[in-house]
């Protein structure tokens, strides 16, 4: 079993930066694909990004490509998102998940592990 932890969410305002952490109860940390994804009110849970247990792949969704970065410290188990020039369209909340395969999926049924989800809303 893992457990994920998800904290540094918050309200910010248009083109702030925020860093969310994810932090894993698994001493295999580095056997999981980690990523993250969010659920606005009202939609439907979306791919944000993701990274493979060895870190040497990465994947973004389009509308953060290049505004968010995603990283993971094995050392740490601890998985982190860096979100730059925020949008209000960035609003929702963010999930980290887990999946004990070395390849990046989008759907996120293919994670078995979640954390419980941290707020980002981001006023304009």
Excluded at 39 to 62: C, H, M, N, P
């Amino acid at each position: 079993q893992v457990q994920l932890v998800e904290s540094g969410g918050g309200l910010v305002q248009a083109g702030d930066s925020l860093r969310l952490s994810c932090a894993a109860s698994t001493r295999a940390f580095s056997s999981y694909t980690m990523g993250w994804f969010r659920q606005a009110l009202g939609k439907e849970r979306e791919f944000v990004a993701a990274i493979t247990w060895s870190g040497t792949d990465t994947k973004y969704a389009d509308s953060v490509k290049g505004r968010f970065t995603i990283s993971k410290d094995n050392a740490k188990n601890t998985m982190y998102l860096q979100m730059n020039s925020l949008k209000p369209e960035d609003t929702a909340v963010y999930y980290c998940a887990a999946r004990f395969r070395n390849y990046i999926t989008y759907d996120p049924h293919d994670y078995r592990y979640w954390g419980q989800g941290t707020q980002v809303t981001v006023s304009s």
